[in-house]
């Protein structure tokens, strides 16, 4: 241990990540000489080479790709005793990474993200938006934000409900003097739909009602998993679809989006914050859930 040099580690796992000393150098902002002779360095102390490199590519050798792994181990162990040490002070700091709902960053910018970022100056925030449930552990992020249609029973990790939202099935006006407002299942199947699709078999999407006794469950004539062009084409009349209330309640009022039938029950969903833990968060992810949680109770 007192001949690893910490430095030579870094670089070198910056250098396998990116494949490129180039990169690497201008990631870490040091010079590339830097780079090359700290991994030289590192490669004659543990005499073998870990890295195998032509004038147009860098690539891990065998040796090299079973040593990354504990690197990143390494230093992974060294990010959480600084997220510990932040903790103790009370100061959000560092890189948090998050996974939202395709659109949600669209809603909450403003609102939430731009503000926290304002607050916390010392927080790098990474977001991602993807409709599928996302690893945390394994895709390293430290916190999620879900939809999901059931409330959650029993779970290895913590979900914090958010927000409760009604879907409500509505189509334009144009959509119904072109159609006609539909009185039975049969009616309403008839009619082109818009609706959202998976882009996966593990992302979760809206495709359900009931009305009249039966299970309603159209073909979409155009489908997308981004609620934002759905929404756009409904509106645009061609055709109809379920929306969030809250989302559209303008437009309701306004009479731009008229809801079909009061009694077409589509299943609810609720917003989730999901996180590993309880016990032991770093400032920063405390900091992240406050700023959610005070955005969804507004």
Same mark, same amino acid.
């Given at each position: 241990?007192?001949?690893?040099? $910490? ?14 000393? =180039?990169?690497?150098?201008? =990631? @870490? ?12 360095? $590192? ?31 390494? @230093? *992974?162990? $060294? ?25 949600? $960053?669209?809603?909450?910018? *403003? ?12 927080? *790098? ?55 006609? %407002?539909?009185? =039975? ?10 609706? %959202? ?33 759905? @929404? ?24 731009? @989006? ?41």
């Amino acid at each position: 241990m007192a001949n690893n040099d $910490l430095n030579q580690i870094r670089i070198f796992s910056m250098v396998a990540q990116l494949n490129s000393f =180039t990169k690497a150098a201008e =990631t @870490l902002g040091i010079e590339k000489s830097t780079v090359s002779t700290k991994v030289a360095q $590192l490669e004659a102390r543990l005499g073998v080479r870990l890295l195998q490199r032509t004038t147009r590519s860098v690539s891990l050798t065998e040796a090299g790709s079973q040593y990354l792994a504990y690197c990143q181990q390494a @230093l *992974d162990a $060294l990010q959480s005793g600084d997220d510990f040490i932040a903790e103790l002070s009370e100061v959000p700091t560092g890189c948090l990474r998050v996974s939202m709902p395709q659109n949600l $960053l669209d809603f909450i910018l *403003d609102s939430v993200i731009t503000p926290f970022l304002q607050t916390y100056p010392k927080v *790098d925030l990474e977001i991602i938006q993807s409709n599928q449930n996302v690893d945390l552990i394994k895709q390293n992020f430290d916190i999620a934000i879900r939809s999901e249609a059931v409330d959650v029973q029993d779970s290895s990790l913590i979900y914090r409900k958010l927000r409760h939202s009604h879907w409500v099935m509505v189509a334009s006006p144009n959509h119904i003097k072109k159609y006609g %407002l539909p009185n =039975t299942v049969q009616e309403l199947l008839a009619q082109p739909s818009i609706g %959202l699709v998976a882009q996966s078999s593990d992302a979760y999407y809206r495709n359900v009602a009931h009305w009249q006794g039966q299970k309603i469950q159209p073909t979409h004539r155009f489908g997308a998993n981004n609620i934002n062009s759905v @929404l756009s084409t409904i509106k645009a009349g061609l055709g109809y679809g379920q929306i969030p209330k809250g989302m559209i309640s303008g437009e309701l009022s306004d009479k731009k @989006l008229i809801e079909l039938h009061a009694d077409i029950e589509v299943e609810p969903t609720s917003l989730y914050l999901v996180y590993p833990s309880r016990s032991g968060q770093p400032a920063k992810l405390k900091a992240f859930v406050d700023a959610m949680v005070a955005w969804a109770e507004f």
